[in-house]
């Protein structure tokens, strides 16, 4: 009969090989679990800030029309202005921060404007617009997580100058 020694090193090392796998899949795992933690955070960080501006920017896009794009200022907040017309009367779409809110906020011209009645568009920290030239205007919006994202609109149409007055 032919009988195999058994030594130490044939136990020890398939049980070493086996916790060195085992080591090497969970380090695997854990930073699988941080890379896709660190990219679900900066996709959220960045989701407020990225789609109120393109928010903005479709709502321009959808009413680039001769003097329907213009800036003001309500109550000390910077505002953008869209000008319509629906039904032989005109409207005006205001666009301005509220109380850690982009709002909306859409009235008949010349009715009193009270910044409190718009419609939450969501949530920012910050809002600010500024006319570069006749049609090219800059937008700066920051989010609740204090990221800044800015975006620069060329409208193809020309504003008018208007004075805006609020009433409270």
């Known amino acids: 009969m032919n009988k ?7 136990i020890i090392f398939p049980l070493a090989l086996f916790l060195v796998f085992t080591a090497s899949a969970l380090l695997v795992i854990l930073l699988a679990a941080n890379t896709y933690r660190n990219i ?8 407020t800030s990225r789609t109120s501006l393109s928010y903005i920017r479709e709502k321009i896009r959808h009413n680039d029309a ?5 800036i003001g200022n309500l109550d000390g907040e910077d505002c953008l202005l869209i000008s319509q017309s629906y039904g032989g009367s005109d409207y005006i779409t205001y666009i301005y921060q509220d109380r850690g809110s982009l709002k909306e906020l859409f009235v008949k011209d010349g009715v009193d404007v ?34 800044e994202d800015s975006i620069l609109i060329n409208i193809k149409s020309r504003s008018v100058e208007r004075e805006v007055a609020v009433h409270e």
Do not use: A, R
Request: glycine share 6%.
């Open 4 to 10: 195999k020694k058994t030594h130490t090193i044939d």
């Open 66 to 70: 001769s003097g329907s794009i213009d």
């Open 114 to 147: 009270n910044l409190s009645n718009g419609t939450e568009i969501m949530p920012v920290e910050d809002f600010s617009v500024e006319k570069e030239t006749d049609t090219l205007y800059f937008f700066t919006v920051i989010d609740t997580y204090g990221n």
């Open 40 to 47: 679900t955070t900066q996709s959220h960080d960045n989701y």
